[in-house]
């Protein structure tokens, strides 16, 4: 079993940044591929950005490439999403999620663990 955190999320306006941590407690984390997702109010949970288990491999949805960063250091059990340029349409809960396998995916379904999340708010 492996228990998911996220941290950082906050009030921002327009243009700004934030930089959300999800710390994982439980089985190897250095061996599991990690995403983020976001929901948005009335909408579906949808993919942000992915990394495997190396850092090597990273991928990110459209709507954040070039604005956002994934990250992860194996040895403190956590990864990052550096959000920059923030824009209104980015306001949502924003969800930490692990797989039980180093491969980074895209697929939300493709993930086995899930943390409560953390709210991020663009104000324009």
């Known amino acids: 079993q492996v228990q998911l955190v996220e941290s950082g999320g906050g009030l921002v306006q327009a243009g700004g940044s934030l930089r959300l941590s999800c710390a994982a407690s439980g089985r190897p984390f250095s061996r599991y591929g990690m995403g983020w997702f976001r929901q948005a109010p009335g909408k579906e949970r949808e993919f942000v950005a992915t990394?495997?288990?190396?850092?090597?491999?990273?991928y990110y949805a459209d709507s954040v490439k070039g604005r956002f960063t994934v990250s992860r250091d194996n040895a403190k059990n956590t990864v990052y999403l550096q959000m920059n340029s923030l824009k209104p349409e980015d306001t949502a809960v924003y969800y930490c999620?692990?797989?039980?396998?180093?491969?980074?995916?895209?697929?939300?379904?493709?993930?086995?663990?899930w943390g409560r999340g953390t709210q991020v708010t663009v104000s324009s």
């Open positions: 999620a692990a797989r039980r396998s180093p491969v980074a995916t895209t697929r939300r379904d493709d993930y086995d663990y």
């Open positions: 990394i495997s288990w190396s850092g090597g491999g990273t």
